[in-house]
């Protein structure tokens, strides 16, 4: 069994499968560092206290929005580590066999097996601890996939323990081309490693890299199946602050004896649209470590059940070349209502105490410019991609592509509509779940 793409869901798929019994070859295009224990990774992928990019896919244009690690262990290698399950409805609404009460053992199982854990008070910068005190019930202290200060990412909670199994090959730096078929049939994949075989194919790369390989395989509309349609990302503005004198004073006496993380407070809000009363915004407080006018704070506001879709497209048949990816941001005028209010409750927030008292003067973009301005100029995503291969219009729930035995996708692409988070647990359950159906088919 082939198993491409060797990020979050691919490393749960590899692991998973090989465990079965099942004989894995796990592809990625990016390198693999071997275990943590050999200590042979980047300091940047493993420091857990700042989002790392230094091993990302290169994109058609500057689109920070586009941004996804091409490494062993894929965006969990260099994210801001904050596990997050969607609301229940969330899940509900995917249908084809798929629901809360469906995936719920498996957010569960990916939790226990990511080793997560919650953060304390204690543990808090003064930056995220003002944002609790003044948010309240609102404020979420993130649970989070760090062992220490050590982001331990899928690879390390997964793939570790199976590497020693005589059933388990992991193939890195190895770009896949497209998949392979028999009449109707997948068999194999096209890397440039050359054509490798396998009773089945199970695409893993992503919600850019998945529909890309399908397109590059003639698997889309020439199949009548709508493969990179219905792209979905949470989309939001970001804000800056001066951080005044207390601030600078507060964290530095912080850091002395405590990590400084870029990230560990969400606070979840709702629109005056919420379809269900719960909430479909986060406010986004994070802080990054002292530049030439000192620590620098920020604020980012995040529409978390959008409604604008976008694309996925080739603008190239060689798998070299960047994927052409619109994420629609904004092309439903709901979004732009949604995050307009949130701009306006994250200045209310921001101006209050004791959040002011740390941020002071906001500085990007200004206080001089207004809510619907700076979201029409500066909306973009959340590195949380889904639904370009989506249950119901290109795979079923057990992720088979449709008309064609032997393929499967089984990543956040498959996922319908966005849960209102992050979704590496989700994926991450997806994973966990369809590995388990996968696996039960009879191998050819």
Not at 240 to 269: C, N
Not at 392 to 415: E, F, K, N, T, W
Request: glycine share 12%; aromatic share 6%; with cysteine.
């Amino acid at each position: 069994m082939l198993v491409v793409g060797g990020g979050s869901a691919g490393c749960v798929l590899a692991a998973r499968l090989s465990e079965n019994g099942r004989r894995v070859c796990l592809i990625e295009a990016g390198p693999d560092y071997g275990p943590y224990a050999e200590g042979r990774w980047p300091k940047d992928m493993l420091d857990a206290r700042q989002l790392a990019f230094s091993h990302a896919w290169e994109t058609d244009r500057e689109d920070r929005s586009q941004l996804r690690a091409r490494i062993i262990g894929g965006c969990s290698a260099h994210n801001a580590c904050i596990v997050l399950e969607g609301a229940p409805t969330d899940y509900d609404e995917w249908g084809h066999g798929w629901s809360y009460h469906a995936i719920r053992p498996y957010l569960q199982r990916a939790e226990r097996q990511l080793v997560v854990r919650r953060l304390t008070r204690e543990e808090l910068s003064p930056w995220h601890s003002a944002f609790v005190a003044a948010a309240g019930d609102d404020a979420i202290l993130h649970p989070v996939n760090a062992v220490g200060s050590v982001r331990w990412n899928a690879a390390f909670a997964y793939l570790d323990p199976a590497r020693e199994r005589d059933n388990l090959t992991i193939l890195a730096d190895s770009l896949v081309d497209g998949v392979l078929l028999e009449g109707d049939r997948a068999v194999g994949v096209g890397t440039t490693a050359g054509d490798l075989r396998g009773d089945a194919v199970v695409l893993a790369a992503g919600a850019y890299g998945s529909p890309g390989i399908l397109l590059r395989s003639g698997i889309g509309p020439e199949r009548e199946l709508p493969v990179g349609d219905g792209l979905c990302d949470h989309v939001g503005v970001g804000f800056g602050f001066e951080g005044t004198e207390l601030l600078q004073r507060d964290v530095t006496e912080f850091e002395h004896s405590r990590p400084l993380y870029t990230a560990q407070v969400t606070v979840a809000i709702s629109s005056s649209v919420c379809p269900d009363g719960l909430y479909d915004l986060f406010l986004f407080p994070g802080i990054d470590p002292p530049g030439e006018h000192g620590y620098e704070v920020s604020v980012a506001v995040f529409a978390m059940k959008p409604e604008s879709r976008g694309s996925v497209r080739l603008s190239s048949h060689d798998p070299r070349a960047p994927l052409a990816i619109d994420h629609g941001f904004l092309s439903n005028a709901r979004d732009t209502s949604v995050l307009v209010e949130g701009v306006d409750a994250l200045r209310r927030l921001t101006g209050s105490d004791p959040i002011r008292s740390y941020g002071g003067r906001e500085t990007r973009p200004g206080p001089e410019v207004d809510a619907l301005t700076h979201v029409r100029q500066a909306a973009r995503g959340f590195f949380h991609p889904v639904a370009t291969c989506a249950i119901g219009r290109v795979v079923d729930g057990g992720g088979r592509v449709y008309g064609l035995d032997g393929l499967y996708v089984a990543d956040a692409s498959i996922m319908p509509t966005i849960p209102r988070a992050n979704t590496n647990l989700s994926t991450l359950a997806v994973a966990e779940r369809l590995a388990e159906t996968i696996g039960e088919a009879p191998a050819l």
